[in-house]
């Protein structure tokens, strides 16, 4: 155990001296011997097109150059035996080409390209190549869909599965798209959703469209065609309007209901970075609408958008704050319903810390890091030129520690490339870093005697690249002399470069960089020249002329006398065209004869090589009647002009009295002023909010700090919004003062085990009051007796060093300038570093196990072994494996803290799951630092109550049955007897006697007959095992009313008696037609053929057994003015038996058959009688016979 804490910790001191190494990695130069390194490649998941050849890229730099190889499906690839695959000089790409055929399906597969040179081996990323596809739609005959108005409906789309997917929409004939909105939207998988049909959707050309990106080819469904039912004719439109669609029809309306998705709750599974989209789809009339929350919290305002009618949910680049319940809410005013979406966010893995190439010198040591996360966390693996580590040469120079790889005295030759790979379920990523031993003397990278050029007051940066090894120590100097520039508003970042964070006039001159190792020297230069800015002093200003007068738009600028200056004008953000009405010199823009075209914003910018600065002003064009003041009251009001004529009075040490005149409120009064500052030495050109007053003021005393050389603006406020702000005030200095501020944020802590770290919070500058700000800090070791130990700084933290481990001190602090010191802060308590416990607990034991409890015991260690502030005694505990064969379980450690001074501890530890074995160790835990672990207890927790079931279901197969399904609990807790089931019946708030059965653990299904039909059951099912039962799952019965009523409406009609008694009402009706119908037939006639010497028609055949059929054609038509109209309705018959004669005598055939026939009423003539078409009627036939 000692030596395994010995080796840990001289592992955590080697990661913590190469910390610098690392971060110092700097790119070697091309010239210089060095391992490969792969610069460009394809994506990994890469899909190409068909017409095209295949490129697979692979490019790799390295000295001396890299060769290149590639593996396909994990096999070596030989490009010389494929005439059509060819390989890139000085590169690893494959050309793939089929200009002499061959199938670009053949070529499909997983490549790895490998790029070799004498130093090592780098690796691509596997490359799955797959080709673009574009299936046809399968044909299909589609129905014409048949709907009533009011009900929703689902065209589907069911595009062909292409490669990447298409990109679906929905069009008509005449390839105009479908109207979306509220009601008719397209889903997420292509359907097209109504939620109600409108007589007005019916039409023939319903056809969805898939657009496939790579061969830009659009495929078309064969058309639906939708059929409307309505209640009423739909041609009379008189009624129609945008409020009513319905045309004044009566539709049902309905409740909200879900088209997509279905049922109550549902799930969504998406990765880390990647785009969630949810969507809700809703049918009802009126149609519903959509509304979205999240449970627990807000829905993330700045990531969500709401899309497609606020039925779709958009999260773009989702994380893990983005897991948790969405639920949709559709609602009209009959009723609404929810749906709850379950959203996880996995993550395949993302880089922490990516390895990258490692330069040292020979003796020098140095790391490598792989980090990375993901859900579920990745596994890490390392590979040397492309095989694992384990597999390799031992090497003494490097150790492997999980993530990171140590490498101490390395040699010349020793140079490699190194890959780590980190991979879970959903993805992989592939580093390559490679470790190059070079001893070499400092050299330069970049350019030589640089010219920067900035602005002052701005932030600049002056590069100095740097390579050598061992890694250079680089300097800077001004002007070839005085000390190193690093602190204040100076910065030296790890690449070499100069930060200066405000650049003065003092500032300008020659900077010289000097990097230097054992092996030599180098130096560069660069000159920085500092220039006045660019900055419009009189810009243009807001007019309103009078159509016909002329306008002038003044552009006064200044800047530096050396950087030369373009002026340019803009209308409304678009270049000004000049001409004989519109002129500009140097310092204006003047426009002649102004007409309506020329209002607008006019924009001056004045542009040197490194900076700029721009105004603008609006012109507004007036008829020449607003000239009369009577009429000024019809103007629209606007924002008003700005304060003038700024003055200071009443000069104090610690305000001053600021006076304006207020401008023009153009019809709108001023209801406020806002009085802003700007100050020369902190924060130059940047203009703060000083304070705010009434609109009826315009003289206010303000109230200023010490040592601030102020100028003030004023903005005027009013309905319409704020004015542009005022000319600058006179500067008024503030005189000097002592710091009056007690300083916050005081704390004493230890960074390391010998120190104490003493923070606090910096004075802000505007409370400073005074020049040459510092710090004095006081500090004494606590009830010591000693004197206090003091140093000034002007940093916001001092380090005490070579203190004893975790020891108390008094610390504070007092901030001064040159006018004095302020007042000193209140004495505060601090520590010095923390170190590792040396003592693990001891003894550990357990006692009074149950099913999911037990009692911790231990031995406590010494106070003073704990080197640090005593945190609590840290369990490890983990649930080794269930009692229950065959319960695969989770052996994640879990941790519980117990917080105890007691020399004979013991705690309890709950929420076990039972009837399981555990294994559990203890630490003692400082502040920052866990000791050595305690012995390994086991223990096995009794058996309990079983959980819930996993499920518990209920179905209704007919009417007279429910059957009820389950599934065994995930957490049996114990051996399973079987499940007890206990349901009564449910009626309001009324309840039946309960009723109870119960079943051996292997049934996990029931099935109850139904005394009646319309009851209504509550279920109650619970697991068993010996302890008793566990947690009860309870479910209602559904309410299936109105299904019952339908399908009794169907049962009704396949009765017997109903049957029988329909059959004697068909039965009497048809025999009082037969009676009617003989006694207004008597002396009729059989209808014949008119000509005898006809031929016989074809419908005039002969029956099987030899005799004719004597027909008409009219037998075969419809009753005409009877028929029933296509929206069900049916008309009345214009004719009635009253229009029939009574007479005509009966007629014989020279045959002597009977041919006797309806004649029409004697008024009517003989034509109109033969227009009639009536159908020859049985009845006659049967009388004749009689």
Known sequence: MLAQGSHAALAVMSLLLLLRKQAAAIEVPQDLKQPPTIVKQSLKDYIVDPRDNIIIECEAKGNPLPTFSWRRNGKFLNIGKDPRVTMRKRSGTLEISFRSGGRPEDYEGEYQCFSNNDYGMALSNKILLRVSKAPLWPKEVLEPVVVSEGSPLVLPCNPPPGLPPPYTFWMNSAMTPIPQDKRVSMGLNGDLYF????????????????????????????????????????????????????????????????????????SKMVLRGELLLLECIAAGLPTPSIKWFKKGGDLPGQKVKFENYNKTLRIASVSEEDVGEYVCMANNHLGSIRHSIYVQVKAAPYWLDKPSNLVLAPDENGRLVCRANGNPKPHIQWLVNGEPIEASLPNPSRQVLEDTLIFRSVQIGSSTVYQC????????????????????APRMLGPRSQVIKVIQNNRTFLDCLFFGSPLPELRWFKNGQGSRLDGGHYRVHMNGTLEIKRARAEDEGTYTCLATNILGKVENQVRLEVKEPTRIVRGPERHSAIRGSMVRFHCKVTSDPTLPVSITWLKDDKTLTLGWRLKKNEESLSINNVNEGDEGTYTCTAKSDIDHDTVSARLTVLEEASLNPSVSSAFPADRPDPPMDLDLSDRAARSVRLTWIPGNDHNSPISQFLVQFEEDHWDPGTWQNLSSYLGDRNSVILQLAPFINYQFRVIAINSVGQSTPSHPSPRYKTSGAAPDAILSGLRGWGTNKNNMEITWEPLPNLERNGPNLHYSVWWRRKDSGEEWSNVTTTGSKHVVHDTETYVPYEVKIQARNDFGSGPESNVIVGYSGEDNPTDPPTDLQVSK?????????????????????????????????????????????LTRGFYSTSAHPEAVLGDLVPYSHYKAFMVVANSRYEGPPSNTVDFHTKEGVPDAPKFFKIVQKSLDTIHLEWDKPLEPNGILIGYKLKYHTVNGSRSGRPQFESFPPNVTQFTLRLPDRSSRYKFYLSALTQVGAGEVYAEESPHFANEAYIKDQVDIATQGWFIGLMCAIALIVLILLIVCFIKRSRGGKYPVRDKKDLPLDPVDQKDPDGSFDYHSDEDNKPLQRSQTSLNGNVKESDDSLVDYGEGGDGQFNEDGSFIGQYTVKKDKDETEGNESSEATSPVNAIYSLA
Request: hydrophobic share 30%; charged share 20%; aromatic share 12%.
């Open 421 to 440: 790979n980190a991979s879970n379920q959903h993805g992989y990523l592939l580093a390559n870093a490679f470790v190059n031993v070079l001893d070499m």
């Open 849 to 893: 196990v149950n099913a999911t409890k037990v009692n911790i015991h231990w031995n406590p260690v010494d106070p003073r072994t704990t080197r640090g502030e005593f945190k609590e005694y840290r369990l490890y505990y983990w649930r080794e494996a269930s009692m229950l064969k065959d319960l695969q379980v989770s052996k994640e450690k």
């Open 195 to 266: 939620s109600n049909v409108l007589a007005a959707d019916a039409h023939t050309d319903y056809s969805c469209n898939a657009r496939f990106p790579f061969t830009h080819t659009i495929q078309q469904k064969n058309p639906f065609t939708l059929k409307v039912q309505t209640t009423e004719p739909f041609h009379d439109t008189s009624s129609y309007n945008s409020t009513d669609p319905y045309g004044g029809r009566k539709v049902t309306t309905s409740t909200p209901t879900f088209l997509s998705p279905s049922g109550t709750e549902s």
